[in-house]
T-cell receptor
Framework: SQQGEEDPQALSIQEGENATMNCSYKTSINNLQWYRQNSGRGLVHLILIRSNEREKHSGRLRVTLDTSKKSSSLLITASRAADTASYFC??????????????FGKGTKLSVKP | DAGITQSPRHKVTETGTPVTLRCHQTENHRYMYWYRQDPGHGLRLIHYSYGVKDTDKGEVSDGYSVSRSKTEDFLLTLESATSSQTSVYFCATQGRETQYFGPGTRLLVL
């Protein structure tokens, strides 16, 4: 069953604008991760936020996590045409002693127009 | 990248034939995963392995089997391919906290 659900499904913006994608999930998690997928390629890890963290930054990326609402958001600031890709959230709810059974959402398709 | 390769990268096969996809990693990661990606479904876990000869089912394991005889290789077998198994298949390994993905295999079952 799908754990994470991204919103919106598709987003089209102009270069230089900010892009915000949201992810909601259903169960308690250890961490939440965001991945990026360029067309025809494999997924690439962007950023991880643990369940005891509220906000994390990495370059132009900002991730927030609200465990009370079971939701996360990914903000990409000053977007570039090269940011055009699909973005997936993935939740890790692995039981203690096991590792990395991620459940992925369906993704947000971001298009950044030059 | 964690040095993950998949072969073949593209395959066309006929319904009822067996198909084996290979994933090879050079990072000595213990955990390996097979996912399928379909429009409207995102990535769904088929099977995973937590060590040599140790495997377990994922969310969509019916019609698939896996084997792991060496740390670096994880094979996915479709015993008798069906059209519903037309998909893009991704292998991944588990690093310290995150997963590393291969480039994918595009499979078309006619």
């Amino acid at each position: 069953s799908q754990q994470g659900e991204e919103d919106p499904q598709a987003l089209s913006i102009q270069e230089g604008e900010n892009a915000t994608m949201n992810c909601s999930y259903k169960t308690s998690i250890n961490n939440l991760q965001w991945y990026r997928q360029n067309s025809g390629r494999g997924l690439v890890h962007l950023i991880l936020i643990r369940s005891n963290e509220r906000e994390k930054h990495s370059g132009r990326l900002r991730v927030t996590l609200d465990t009370s609402k079971k939701s996360s958001s990914l903000l990409i600031t000053a977007s570039r045409a090269a940011d055009t890709a699909s973005y997936f959230c993935a939740t890790d709810a692995s039981p203690w002693g096991s590792q990395g059974n991620l459940i992925f959402g369906k993704g947000t398709k971001l298009s950044v127009k030059p | 990248d964690a040095g993950i390769t998949q072969s073949p990268r593209h395959k066309v096969t006929e319904t009822g034939t067996p198909v084996t996809l290979r994933c090879h990693q050079t990072e000595n990661h213990r955990y390996m995963y097979w996912y399928r990606q379909d429009p409207g479904h995102g990535l769904r876990l088929i099977h995973y392995s937590y060590g040599v000869k140790d495997t377990d089912k994922g969310e969509v394991s019916d019609g698939y089997s896996v084997s792991r005889s060496k740390t670096e290789d994880f094979l996915l077998t479709l015993e008798s391919a069906t059209s519903s198994q037309t998909s893009v298949y991704f292998c991944a390994t588990q690093g310290r906290e995150t997963q590393y993905f291969g480039p994918g295999t595009r499979l078309l079952v006619l």
